[in-house]
């Protein structure tokens, strides 16, 4: 639970931003977004760990290092502690003495949830809270489980591509409806205050609760990926008369912009014949203490199930986003081609390997850039774990990398390679560009485009599928979808 993107947790704190943070016994990553959120963080800790905070962080005089923890100043807003050092109780004790009065103590996976809970109680720290931590290895979703309806929409909210993640969700759920939760507690967050934790006027539920004129009983977080434009999702639980909300929040630049990209999308998309199909957006430009979130409709991922196929309502979705936008332009004025040729040119086109650079090459090509293409909404990581179904229905969730003129196919491909790459079973190299191209054929014979743009979309798609990334999967397949690339050109 040591990393930056494991660190998302922090949004179930009751305040945004800590006047004064105490970082005990953290890694480098869970200290340098805690310092995002402080206006002054210590980190009793080991030299390591500043030394790689201070190379990774360019304003550092806000954050400092103390060598134990009979050197700190106390009076701190927030304490985060993670493996304490001798007896759990003497060190919570110690730490409960460090704390302001209105401060809370975040305790990461130490010690018995139960027996910790009572200890913090003990110490006259009266609110406290749990959640569970899933997976132990790699966590990525955070829920309470102070009853059995949080629990539940804990174990639902995040749908993981793999099989056997998805099997271990549902034998979790399963276990926690009959009334076993002590494999939830195996990694787990205990915060705790003197003063009541979710009610604060400064909390996340609060704000949430104002917009809506409704109240939200708790938050389910989700991590995401560990992406530069990495974004937070939290499932904002109402009573059972309310409907539950997603809300996307952004705790970097890069973030904040994929939230924004998203916005827009849903915007552009609400006046389509596919805005059934996608979330509706409630809150668009809001802010939790310098963070960007919106507020979005639980539109489809609470129930529902991951298709690893693509169906016939995948293609009807495909075909009607094909009509929002569409416009046919020179590929040398498309936005992904000139993004795409600006980051070959940063990544160096020597870097690249063999294959990969002589695709390159044929993108800037004269008789490639000046061929005509289609362009029109496209999602940008259309991928079964990114869309549900229910009831005969798909609803396509996760819209911040999508463009108002992407290439016509592109989406398609993304979907074929991933299921095949992420999930699998993998095909080869032969088998994925079968796949693809067969997908490819259907989708334009629903569309009744005359000129297809397969050869083209599936050059700029490989380029920045492996740019984006790298995987020896798709590095083994570039040669063979190269030569069936220009096959195909030569008859386009």
């Not at 995948?314 to 993004?339: C, K, N, Y």
Request: proline content about 5%; aromatic content about 6%.
């Amino acid at each position: 639970m040591q990393d930056e993107r494991s660190a998302s947790w922090k949004i179930l704190l009751p305040e945004a931003h800590s006047r004064r943070t105490l970082a005990v016994g953290l890694e480098s990553g869970a200290v340098l977004s805690l310092a995002r959120s402080s206006e002054r963080l210590e980190c009793a800790g080991t030299r390591e760990v500043m030394e790689a905070v201070e190379s990774a962080m360019l304003d550092t005089d806000r954050v400092s290092c103390v060598e134990r923890l009979e050197h700190c100043r106390g009076d701190y807003s927030l304490i985060v502690a993670a493996a304490p050092l001798g007896n759990e109780g003497l060190e919570l004790k110690r730490l409960t003495h460090l704390l302001a009065s209105n401060g809370t103590i975040a305790c990461l996976d130490f010690g018995g949830c139960g027996k910790r809970a009572a200890v913090l109680r003990s110490l006259g720290l009266d609110s406290v809270e749990q959640y569970a931590v899933l997976p132990p290895q790699s966590p990525r979703l955070f829920f309470s489980t102070a009853t059995g309806r949080l629990t539940a929409k804990g174990l639902g909210f995040h749908a993981p591509g793999s099989i056997r993640a998805r099997w271990g969700l549902r034998l979790a759920g399963f276990a926690g409806r009959i009334g076993c939760r002590r494999h939830l507690h195996r990694l787990a967050i205990t915060m705790a205050s003197r003063h009541e934790l979710k009610k604060r006027p400064g909390s996340l539920p609060s704000l949430i609760s104002e917009h809506l004129a409704y109240p939200i009983e708790d938050l389910v977080v989700y991590a995401g990926s560990d992406s530069p434009r990495r974004k937070i999702t939290a499932l904002a639980v109402a009573p059972r008369d309310r409907a539950d909300v997603v809300v996307k929040i952004a705790d970097t630049k890069l973030g904040a912009e994929a939230i924004r990209q998203e916005a827009d999308a849903l915007l552009a998309l609400s006046t389509s014949p596919l805005a059934p199909q996608v979330p509706t957006l409630i809150g668009e430009r809001m802010e939790w203490g310098g963070y960007s979130l919106r507020i979005q409709s639980n539109v489809g991922s609470a129930h529902g199930n991951q298709v690893p196929v693509l169906t016939d309502q995948h293609f009807a979705f495909l075909s009607a986003m094909g009509r929002i936008g569409r416009r046919s332009l020179p590929l040398s004025e498309t936005r992904v081609w000139q993004d795409t040729t600006s980051l070959i040119h940063s990544t160096g086109p020597s870097a690249l390997p063999a294959p990969l650079h002589e695709a390159a090459i044929r993108l800037n090509s004269d008789s490639l850039i000046r061929r005509r293409v289609v362009c029109h909404r496209t999602h940008g990581d259309f991928a079964p774990w990114n869309m549900r179904t229910t009831s005969g229905s798909l609803f396509v969730l996760d819209w911040e990398d999508s463009r108002p003129d992407g290439l016509a196919f592109c989406d398609l491909l993304h979907f074929v390679y991933r299921q095949a790459a992420v999930v699998g079973p993998w095909p080869g190299p032969e088998g994925i560009w079968r796949r693809m191209l067969q997908s490819a054929e259907r989708l334009r014979a629903i569309t009744g485009d005359r000129r297809s743009g397969i050869p083209v979309a599936a050059l700029v798609w490989m380029i920045n599928e492996y740019l984006h990334q790298p995987s020896v999967l798709l590095k083994d397949a570039l040669p063979h979808l190269l030569t069936r690339v220009d096959q195909l050109n030569a008859y386009a």
